[in-house]
Every structure is written in structure tokens, then in C-alpha cells.
């Protein structure tokens, strides 16, 4: 089993559409957990973090489930601009501290179009 | 304030052959991450050097070595080249000390063609 799984779409979409990506993972000792985007042949970057409460950046929302090992992902009012591959991610904490080993899903590949 | 670069951006090797990646971290960070990313999948965590010495492997046979250097700059090598070691091999850094972040800063990779 893998140790972070997403469904790898691709999400096709409509300008204005929301859409919704999920995300598991097997280990329950899992700290910190994120969302990250890749645009085509470039770089991870940081979108954003993901609490147990629940958090919003706008038109993006986050929430974890502890208890089912669950993360997702909401964006709202897609623009072209969201285009791009969405990344779960998972960090294990060792003696309170990160050591930066992060764990990524597959990635799921979102499509918006006019 | 440069971020992550790292070199080569692409390179060709053939089966057999030995390739030495190289990676600098974005100003004020001391820890490099190496990570190989396979087409279609997410990135997968080769190890982590902190000063000077590896302090994280992942699941990845000897012929993945590195190096940390007094600067923070990092090399990644892989001996032995296989078909399959055929990807794109990112370089983050980040701050030590930072509990639980998740922000790695990328580098744009070095794209591994094997042969």
C-alpha cells in the first residue's frame, strides 16, 4: 500500500467550477500535512498547509480527518491559472523536530478551461 | 536572494555510466533534501544531508551517494545507471529547526536521461 494515495484524475473543468481532490495516508504517526502544486515541468511549491480545524487561502479550502488518515483539498471559482498537478503531502515529526522528509501522493492533474 | 539552483538542467547518460548532480541552496538554509521524480508520480525522498552528514535515507540502493559540503552545497551521485533511474532529481532546502514545516524550497531540477 502506498504510503500517501490520491486519485490521479485528470480533473477536467470549466472556468468557475468547483472542484474537489482527496487524499489518504497509511501512517497514523503522520504530524504535518500539506498541499503542494506543480505547474508543467517546473518545480513543488508550497500551497498550503493543512490543520485539523480546517483552514481557507482564499478561494482554496483544506481539511484533515485524523481518525479516517484523510485529507482534502476544495478550490473554488477555478481560474485557468489552477491548472496544474496537486500534491498531498505528509511529514513525520522525529524528536519534535522536522528533518524536512516530506512524503508525496502521486499528484492529481487538474485541467481548467474556458 | 537566489533560490535553489541546481546543475545540470538535462542531461544523457548511458547504462552503466555515473552522473554527479549538484545543488545550492537558497540563501540562509543549512539542509538539503534530494528527491527523484519519476514521470507521472510524485516526488520520492532519496535522503537529507544536514552538516556536513546524511541524517535521512529513503528507499534508495547504495549506488544513490551524496555530500554536503562546508558551504551547504550539495551533490547528489548515482553509480551504475539503470534504465529506471530515468527522471527528473529535484534539490530542497529549508532552515533547521523548523518544527513540522512543510515548506521546501525547490530547485527546477536536473532532468536524468538514461540510455
Known amino acids: 500500500r502506498k504510503e500517501v494515495e490520491q486519485d490521479p484524475g485528470p480533473f477536467n473543468v470549466p472556468e468557475g467550477a468547483t472542484v474537489a481532490f482527496n487524499c489518504t495516508y497509511s501512517?497514523?504517526?503522520?504530524?504535518?500535512f500539506f498541499w503542494y502544486r506543480q505547474d508543467c515541468r517546473k518545480e513543488p511549491k508550497l500551497l498550503m498547509s493543512?490543520?485539523?480545524s480546517g483552514n481557507e487561502d482564499g478561494r482554496f479550502t483544506a481539511q484533515l480527518n485524523r481518525a479516517s488518515q484523510y485529507i482534502s483539498l476544495l478550490i473554488r471559482d477555478s481560474k485557468l491559472s489552477d491548472s496544474a498537478t496537486y500534491l498531498c503531502?505528509?511529514?513525520?515529526?522525529?524528536?519534535?523536530?522536522?528533518?524536512?522528509?516530506?512524503?508525496f501522493g502521486q499528484g492529481t492533474i487538474l485541467t481548467v478551461h474556458p | 536572494d537566489a533560490g535553489v539552483t541546481q546543475s545540470p538542467t538535462h542531461l544523457i547518460k548511458t547504462r552503466g555510466q555515473q552522473v554527479t548532480l549538484r545543488c545550492s541552496p537558497k540563501?540562509?538554509?543549512?539542509?538539503v533534501s534530494w528527491y527523484q521524480q519519476a514521470l507521472g508520480q510524485g516526488p520520492q525522498f532519496i535522503f537529507q544531508?544536514?552538516?556536513?552528514?546524511?541524517?535521512q535515507r529513503g528507499n534508495f540502493p547504495d549506488r544513490f551517494s551524496g555530500h554536503q559540503f562546508p558551504n551547504y552545497s550539495s551533490e547528489l551521485n548515482v553509480n551504475a545507471l539503470l534504465l529506471g533511474d530515468s527522471a527528473l532529481y529535484l534539490c530542497?532546502?529549508?532552515?533547521?529547526?523548523?518544527?513540522?514545516?512543510?515548506?521546501?524550497?525547490f530547485g527546477e531540477g536536473s532532468r536524468l536521461t538514461v540510455l
Open positions: 503531502v505528509v511529514t513525520l515529526n522525529a524528536g519534535g523536530t522536522s528533518y524536512g522528509k516530506l512524503t
Open positions: 493543512v490543520y485539523s
Open positions: 530542497a532546502s529549508s532552515r533547521k529547526g523548523a518544527p513540522g514545516t512543510g515548506e521546501l524550497f
Open positions: 540563501s540562509g538554509h543549512d539542509t
Open positions: 501512517n497514523s504517526a503522520s504530524q504535518s
Open positions: 544531508y544536514y552538516e556536513e552528514e546524511e541524517r
